[in-house]
């Protein structure tokens, strides 16, 4: 059975090891990943926001993390995701939907009066993925266009 957990600071290197596998699975070719930046990401968001693992006997089947931040234009805050991630072998379980569903009732303990922003940007089937998001609440705001 998968549980969602906050994340400690014993799950980096898994965390570490699942978002470069995202990073691999983009279907545009991105810039190169830091290791050395992405364990510091992971420690700090462990430490300072919102990093929760999906577990399902004993292993980590998915990440997500995130924490309050601005826009540039506005001093009023919400909360943004860093990254969501479950492995292809696992996404046929329930640990997306449980994973998001507890990143949004965290979110809402620790800063109610702020409203969440998810997003997908890099990887493919993206209508699946705006039809997910849109199952649990979410609204649909645009789109992102890169020079590839």
């Given at each position: 059975?998968?549980?969602?957990r906050w994340a400690s600071p014993l799950d980096i290197s898994i965390i570490?090891?699942?978002?470069?596998?995202?990073?691999?699975?983009?279907?545009?070719?991105?810039?190169?990943?830091?290791?050395?930046?992405?364990?510091?990401?992971?420690?700090?968001?462990?430490?300072?926001?919102?990093?929760?693992?999906?577990?399902?006997?004993?292993?980590?089947?998915?990440?997500?993390?995130?924490?309050?931040?601005?826009?540039w234009w506005s001093d009023e805050t919400h909360i943004g995701d860093y990254?969501?991630?479950?492995?292809?072998?696992?996404?046929?379980?329930?640990?997306?939907?449980?994973?998001?569903?507890?990143?949004?009732?965290?979110?809402?303990?620790?800063?109610?009066?702020?409203?969440?922003?998810?997003?997908?940007?890099?990887?493919?089937?993206?209508?699946?993925?705006?039809?997910?998001?849109?199952?649990?609440g979410l609204k649909k705001a645009g789109s992102v266009f890169l020079e590839?």
């Amino acid at each position: 059975m998968i549980e969602v957990r906050w994340a400690s600071p014993l799950d980096i290197s898994i965390i570490v090891s699942q978002l470069i596998v995202m990073h691999e699975e983009a279907e545009i070719k991105l810039t190169p990943l830091n290791t050395e930046k992405t364990f510091a990401k992971v420690n700090e968001l462990i430490h300072q926001g919102i990093c929760l693992v999906a577990v399902d006997g004993g292993r980590i089947v998915g990440t997500m993390a995130g924490t309050q931040i601005r826009d540039w234009w506005s001093d009023e805050t919400h909360i943004g995701d860093y990254w969501f991630y479950v492995p292809k072998g696992e996404r046929a379980s329930r640990a997306a939907v449980l994973l998001v569903k507890k990143f949004m009732k965290v979110s809402k303990e620790i800063f109610p009066e702020d409203k969440i922003r998810l997003a997908h940007v890099f990887s493919g089937d993206c209508s699946r993925k705006d039809n997910f998001f849109e199952r649990l609440g979410l609204k649909k705001a645009g789109s992102v266009f890169l020079e590839v």
